[in-house]
């Protein structure tokens, strides 16, 4: 079954620490993104990514890095420099010009 | 600054009835819209979408109506299920085609009452 898996579904971490945050699909979708989610907020595109080796920062870039070195993956790294790291991260993907978007499961990730 | 809004956090409605949620836009510009359902700790996924060449669309229960003219749509559910209790997210496209990304309103908890 084509998807996108998000690992791990919950990650800790001490304040400080750069972490990174996994995202695969298997659907060949040229285009993928990362997006934020906190308490009574939508949700907040960080990065995207139309093609490999190549992204563009969204709404909330700050503090965050990502790459894309291969079509499959397309990891998030959140900084020390990210001042509220704590938060449901959300990676999705698209065929490129398109509106189907496919979702993963989210990383609820908790900086202590 | 917000460009899709949804203004109402939260929507109680009794089971077997009508579900109506909102959502406005800013950008005139936008020309198609999303909904998204969302239960905690999940991913978003699709329900419905709408072309701006359009003002109704239906697909079972759900059906989405545009107001151009008043940069307003709404999402209607009938009836409503129990199962329909999640976070819905109306979403527009940043640019046309899609590749660009979403931009969300910040969400209504609908919740279904027995």
């Known amino acids: 079954d084509g998807g996108i898996t998000q690992s791990p579904k919950y990650l800790f971490r001490k304040e400080g620490q750069n972490v990174t945050l996994s995202c695969e699909q298997n659907?060949?979708?040229?285009?993928m993104y990362w997006y934020r989610q906190d308490p009574g907020q939508g949700l907040r595109l960080i990065y995207y990514?139309?093609?490999?080796?190549?992204?563009q920062k969204g709404d909330i870039a700050e503090g965050y890095s990502v790459s894309r070195e291969k079509k499959e993956s397309f990891p998030l790294t959140v900084t020390s420099a990210q001042k509220n790291p704590t938060a449901f991260y959300l990676c999705?993907?698209?065929?490129?010009?398109?509106?189907?978007?496919?979702f993963g499961s989210g990383t609820r990730l908790t900086v202590v | 600054d917000q460009q899709v809004k949804q203004n109402s956090p939260s929507l109680s409605v009794q089971e077997g009835r009508i579900s109506i949620l909102n959502c406005d836009y800013t950008?005139?510009?936008?020309?198609?819209f999303l909904w998204y359902k969302k239960y905690p700790a999940e991913g978003p996924t699709f329900l419905i979408s709408?072309?701006?060449?359009?003002d109704k669309n239906e697909d079972g229960r759900f059906t989405v109506f545009l107001n151009k003219s008043a940069k307003h749509l709404s999402l209607h559910i009938v009836p409503s299920q129990p199962g329909d209790s999640a976070v819905y997210f109306c979403?527009?496209?940043?640019?046309?085609?899609?590749?660009?990304?979403?931009?969300f309103g910040k969400g209504t908890h609908l919740i279904i009452q027995p």
């Open positions: 999705a993907s698209n065929p490129g010009q398109d509106y189907g978007y496919t």
């Open positions: 659907l060949n979708h040229d285009a």
């Open positions: 990514s139309q093609i490999v080796n190549d992204f």
């Open positions: 950008n005139s510009m936008f020309d198609y």
């Open positions: 709408i072309s701006s060449i359009k």
């Open positions: 979403a527009a496209p940043y640019s046309g085609g899609g590749a660009d990304g979403l931009t």
